[in-house]
């Protein structure tokens, strides 16, 4: 006999939906990043209106979402008859990719005191593309020192190349390593982070996102099963809104962060609480997309690797 909703976790949901429902169009967004990609990228309306409706968003709202999206370059639509069906716009789906990769990925990966500086102090970069490099960085978690300088203590190299490529102005700036001196009459690199990166914002979200999902845990592990729907809500009212945080997550490195930062208790709150429901959550969007296409995917094997693999 399948087992009931939990009354607990259902009260739980309903107050989170009542509080901060998820906007139709980011959740169009979060729904891509963590199930359509996994299982084959692309998506029937249908299907989609579906997997939204349990968060209380009607079919108008979704297409009126995935058209919005379409014109936006995010998404391709494809039409078979009176279906339409999405799929990620290939020029968008690396950079789609690599955020979403932030949300799994711990931030306090081990560091080697490199720091990576850039200069765009030269005259052949046009203004506009001044704009655009600076908007580019600084989502990407860069500081700005000086005008025209900027830096990150742990930068991907690939990542910075992808920038400079999408801006046009590969070979027109000047990138270099940058090391403590150790002299005795400077100031210790560190102290630039204090400078010129925000962190009170969001070590304020991440602390909103642990007090919203602390009450978890502990009913999850109350039950010796979970209803598939539910877990799949829960899974993506989750991953919703840590993306929603770490998208403006510098991503520094832990020794230059404040003590007791609030992003590695979010990260480890949200992996636990994704390990207690990504199962039946599968369950459940399984069976929504092989409603339209009985030959939709079971999810990729990269799905598993995420938070460090899922058990």
Known sequence: MPSAKSPALEKWIDQCLADNPPRAKSNVMTLFGDV?????????????????????????????????????GWLDAQREGRRSRY??????????????????TPSYREWKGQWTLLFATTDTITREQKVDLRKELLWEGFGMIAPSVFGHPSA???????????VGVKGKVFVCAAFESGFAAARPLRDLIQQHWELGTVATDYERFIK????????????????????????????????????????????????????????????????????EAEEYVLNILRREDGN???????????FGGLV
């Open 36 to 72: 359509i990609m996994p299982h084959g990228g692309q998506v029937w309306l249908g299907s989609l209106i579906q997997l939204l409706a349990p968060f209380g968003t009607n079919d108008r709202l979704v297409r009126t979402s995935v058209f919005r999206l379409a014109e936006e």
């Open 212 to 279: 919203y999902f602390a009450a978890l845990p502990k009913l999850l592990n109350a039950r010796r099963s979970i209803k598939p729907e539910q877990a799949f809500v829960i899974r993506t009212l989750l991953i919703h809104e840590f993306r929603r945080v770490q998208l403006h997550d510098q991503q520094l490195p832990l020794e230059l962060l404040p003590e007791n930062w609030p992003g590695k208790t979010a990260y480890e709150l949200c992996q636990q609480i994704y390990q207690s429901t990504y199962k």
């Open 156 to 166: 991907d190299a690939q990542t910075l190349e992808e920038i400079l490529l999408r």
């Open 87 to 104: 799929a990620l716009n290939p020029a968008a789906a690396h950079r789609f990719e690599r955020a979403y990769q932030r949300t799994y």
């Open 296 to 306: 939709a995917p079971v999810a990729a094997p990269y799905f598993y690797q995420r």
